[in-house]
């Protein structure tokens, strides 16, 4: 049984940084990709970044520079650590895995698991 946890959310000033993370469990594929989302209401679900199990990062244009995804792969852990953040960055946050490499991997087809997510407000 697979779960992704988020942790890391909160409030911040324009400009400011935040370090989210997701925590894996029961996770055991030894090819993945690992993804973060945002979504905002009303909207569809945007990819923010992306890392597999090559350590090959993918970002959204729109973080690209601000933000930067790594991993901890003994503890099943993946980071997203924004900075410079702006009114705009402002959503729900996910973290989602997949069982294998994606093809597209800022699409949120490609994901099978989904955390619960974590709010995140710039003001």
């Known amino acids: 049984h697979v779960q992704l946890v988020e942790s890391g959310g909160g409030s911040v000033q324009a400009g400011g940084s935040l370090r989210l993370s997701c925590a894996a469990s029961?996770?055991?594929?030894?090819?993945?990709?690992m993804g973060w989302f945002r979504q905002v209401p009303g909207k569809e679900r945007e990819g923010v970044a992306s890392?597999?199990?090559?350590?090959?990062?993918v970002y959204g244009d729109s973080v690209q520079g601000r933000f930067t995804i790594a991993q901890v792969n003994a503890k099943n852990e993946v980071f997203l650590q924004m900075d410079s953040l702006k009114p705009e960055d402002t959503a729900m946050y996910y973290c989602?895995?997949?069982?294998?490499?994606?093809?597209?991997?800022?699409?949120?087809?490609?994901?099978?698991?989904w955390g619960q997510g974590t709010q995140v407000t710039v003001s």
């Open positions: 989602a895995a997949s069982g294998t490499y994606a093809l597209s991997p800022l699409q949120e087809s490609e994901y099978k698991f």
């Open positions: 029961g996770y055991t594929y030894s090819s993945y990709c």
């Open positions: 890392i597999d199990s090559k350590g090959t990062t």
